[in-house]
């Protein structure tokens, strides 16, 4: 381990090698260079060729000829799952049955060293670049984005996406489901939209912008408008929908242009929290894995040696001694987390199966020989963020007591409905990273990065069900795609020059199982967790802060130490060498530090849902403490939204109530799992807050964390004016205060709320006027939902009080977050 003293001097001889190219450029390694289509995008307009003469009689036509892709190019499906470790797919040994990604590997292909960053954004953006994920601002996610070139969540110009060549060269471009790569306080109906799916060269997107969404109440946008979901329709489901609109799409683009190649990127999120399926997926589970995750482990490295997927002699790494063992646990947490266990599987089969109706559509329409498709099976490991007893709702682990086992008892026939928020317990993201260790956010193990990946191209591939044993990473998909599609990288884009593609095309491994590897030397990094891998040695430091500690946990990155694994024959990351080859680590110490002073990785930051709150970043509301709204606003984020947290604030809305129906939502922010809304109902206005969605008003076995502040008296029809004041106590973050209803200046209603939220209310849903577009902050109205108001509404003026968190207070937010560290411990 190195004193500061000591990295800040090998950071600058890093700096300096940089400079110099004294550190490994992915180009060198590529072999194969394409030579179609142009350098420069969008291709510079031809002169005109006709001829011009002073009557049409004396003059020629001529039109500028079409921009085509290469001859014989073929169609590409990107697909790329979510939060689905190496273990969890029956293809590559595991318990979840996934013949669709079968069917790919037994018409091409599979890699068994495939590596992603170990977190959702990262990867994203690596994917669609083909640079690192930290030399395109997304040194991880876009809600923890903080002010530094590796961190900021913003692409460069100088790194166009895999769509905008594609679709500056003739292809058609279209993307559905998770995008993940917009930056907190650009995702309003304000932009800018540069970022958005169209900005980064997708002519059509149908998905959800964020890192998850409620399957069942999803904020979708069609392009950049804001589409609701089908509100009653109990057989709605978010993956069933992406696929039909997927197909239609295909059907569509090869109706009109059937010569026209097309990119489709295809990204489901099912696998990531909320885990939500339709019953009949879930019921296909049931008892699957009473036997539990230690079991399991066991058995899927069975599975995956009899299938040849890992070596004969790779080795089951240990379970890390925090998680608690199978036969540690009562019988009601068995039941439970079995359960959760099962609902898990399901949301990833159902979203495996879906995949396989897009296949069938291509090959019902003859599309699919000369259709690459890569099907890359999770974006990360599987998700350690549930907690070791898992949760009803992702967004409720501030909460000042975990949920209780009978409460978690009593929501077990609820669990992947949409009265859940659900996530499982980290023992079972570790069993579905078998044989590795650790889970997503640990990019220093293989249990974080390692993820399955399938290729076909039937037209191309003629190798069936074959495992390539090559060392790759997201960021050579991109170059891949260019290479089989004959395009090269532009050296200009929309006026800006290009960064070289950091990643190495994998066209080479096609027909050659044992060539040698082309991508030998590759950085990671996510929180602090490092790791350096080159020629078969991989340095990784150990974990100090554990996956489920996703806030109030920041070490010295100088203070992690550093392991050192021969993965040329220790395939799992299992033997620790460090001791016998200090040499060798320290060399990889000193390579890190040359590759994270060239890709923007400093300075390491080991936080992560520290950053979560919104008011950190760029933000439209800064400094202001009034705002109006009018009927139709919807879908504004958390991040341009008026910051109600941790302050006192005052809600006023002009009103007609009518003789007739007048209920319904006058404004809300948030939904079931953590938001608020001011509301009529029954004629009465109420305000509601949800913690999060344990409502002990209302049901057995749970915590008050809903409040609800009513008048008694019902609305006489006519013109109001309608107002909530809350007056936060202070003393700190997420405090109590008391909110006051009034009604043309006469109080109707007061209460104490006794808990509120310090951070952030939700990652999905959205601050609306007159509706709600998401789910509903209390039961009452939720078989009415979107709940428009019934009579007119006017306007709604919002007022914000002084933050009440001084600097003095501040510290108590930080506690807070420690305080919450220690018990996820």
Avoid at 313 to 326: E, H, K, M, Y
Avoid at 494 to 507: A, D, F, I
Avoid at 552 to 569: I, R, S, T
């Amino acid at each position: 381990m190195r004193h500061k003293s000591q990295l800040l001097e090998t950071v600058s001889i890093a700096v300096m090698a940089s400079c110099i190219g004294l550190g490994t450029l992915s180009l060198a390694q590529n072999a194969s260079t394409p030579t179609g289509g142009s350098t420069i995008l969008p291709v510079p307009e031809p002169a005109f060729s006709g001829v011009i003469g002073r009557k049409v009689s004396e003059s020629k036509p001529d039109y500028p000829p079409a921009i085509t892709a290469p001859k014989g190019a073929p169609n590409v499906l990107l697909i790329l799952t979510d939060d689905t470790g190496f273990g969890a797919a029956s293809t590559f040994g595991g318990p979840i049955p996934t013949p669709s990604l079968e069917r790919v590997y037994q018409h091409g292909i599979c890699y068994n060293q495939f590596h992603t960053t170990a977190l959702c954004s990262p990867t994203r953006s690596a994917l669609l670049t083909g640079r690192n994920h930290h030399s395109v601002g997304y040194g991880n996610i876009s809600e923890f984005a903080t002010g530094y070139p590796g961190y900021d969540s913003i692409i460069p110009k100088s790194a166009g996406t895999i769509g905008n060549i594609l679709l500056g060269n003739g292809y058609n471009t279209s993307w559905f489901g998770k995008h993940h790569l917009i930056p907190d306080w650009q995702q309003s109906a304000a932009g800018p939209f540069n970022q958005w799916a169209g900005g980064l060269g997708f002519e059509y997107f149908y998905g959800f912008l964020g890192g998850d969404t409620d399957n069942w109440h999803p904020a979708l946008f069609e392009n950049t408008k804001p589409v609701l979901p089908p509100f009653g329709d109990p057989n709605y489901i978010l993956i069933h929908d992406m696929a039909d609109r997927a197909i239609d799409w295909i059907r569509n683009q090869h109706a009109v242009a059937p010569d026209n190649p097309f990119l489709i990127y295809f990204a489901p999120g099912n696998g990531h929290a909320p885990h939500h399926a339709s019953k009949e997926w879930i019921a296909k589970f049931k008892g699957k894995f009473d036997q539990g995750w230690d079991k399991q482990r066991e058995e899927t490295l069975v599975n995956q040696k009899r299938l040849d997927i890992i070596p004969t002699n790779a080795v089951l790494t240990q379970r890390p001694a925090q998680i608690p063992g199978w036969d540690s646990l009562n019988a009601d947490q068995k039941k439970v987390y079995a359960r959760m266990m099962e609902v898990y599987a399901a949301a990833v089969a159902q979203s495996d199966y879906e995949i396989g109706r897009l296949l069938d559509s291509l090959e019902q329409s003859g599309q699919l020989d000369n259709t690459l498709v890569i099907y890359i099976e999770g974006d990360n490991g599987a998700s350690g963020e549930g907690t070791l007893q898992g949760t009803t709702n992702e967004m409720g682990e501030l909460a000042p007591e975990p949920e209780s086992l009978p409460y978690l008892l009593s929501m077990m026939d609820l669990l992947g409905s949409d009265r859940t928020y659900n996530h499982y317990p980290v023992g079972w993201a570790h069993a579905m990273d078998t044989p590795f260790q650790w889970t997503k956010q640990v990019a220093s193990h293989f249990g974080g990065t390692r993820n399955g990946m399938c290729m076909s191209w039937p037209q191309r591939i003629k190798t069936h069900g074959e495992i390539r044993s090559q060392f790759h990473h997201v960021i050579d998909i991109a170059p891949t795609i260019l290479e089989a599609v004959n395009i090269q990288t532009p050296l200009v884009l929309n006026g800006t020059p290009q960064k070289p593609l950091e990643g190495v095309s994998m066209v080479y491994t096609f027909d050659d199982a044992k060539a040698p590897t082309r991508h030998k030397t590759q950085y990671f990094e996510i929180a602090a967790n490092r790791g350096m891998y080159q020629d078969g040695w991989i340095a990784s430091t150990t974990p100090l802060r554990l996956p489920w500690v996703v806030a109030g946990a920041e070490p010295d990155p100088d203070d992690f130490p550093w392991e050192l694994y021969n993965v040329n024959d220790d395939f799992s990351q299992a033997k620790n060498v460090a001791s016998d080859n200090p040499k060798k680590l320290a060399d990889l110490q000193a390579r890190f530090l040359i590759e994270a002073a060239r890709y923007n990785v400093l300075p390491i930051d080991s936080s992560f849902a520290d950053r979560a709150n919104p008011a950190s970043r760029p933000n439209l509301n800064r400094g202001r403490t009034d705002f109006t709204y009018y009927p139709g606003t919807i879908r504004i984020p958390e991040a341009s939204a008026p910051d109600i947290k941790n302050k006192s604030f005052r809600i006023t809305a002009e009103v007609d109530i009518p003789q007739g129906e007048a209920d319904g939502v006058i404004v809300t922010q948030g939904g079931r799992f953590g938001g608020w809304g001011l509301l009529v109902l029954d004629r009465k206005p109420m305000f509601a807050y949800a913690f999060s969605n344990q409502d002990g008003d209302k049901y057995p076995n749970q915590n008050k964390y809903k409040f609800r502040i009513a008048s008694e008296d019902a609305l006489a029809a006519g013109k109001h004016t309608i107002a909530f004041n809350f007056a936060y106590d202070g003393g700190g973050a997420g405090k109590p205060g008391t909110g006051t209803i009034t009604v043309d200046g006469q109080k109707v209603a007061e209460g104490r709320i006794t808990l509120t939220q310090p951070l952030r209310f939700s990652l999905d849903e959205s601050f609306d006027v007159g509706q709600d577009t998401g789910s509903p902050v209390i039961d009452e109205y939720d078989a009415k939902m979107p709940f428009k108001f019934g009579g007119t509404l006017n306007k709604v003026d919002i007022h914000l009080g002084a933050d009440r968190l001084t600097p003095q207070k501040r510290g108590e937010l930080e506690q807070l977050k420690k305080d919450f560290a220690l018990r996820m411990q």
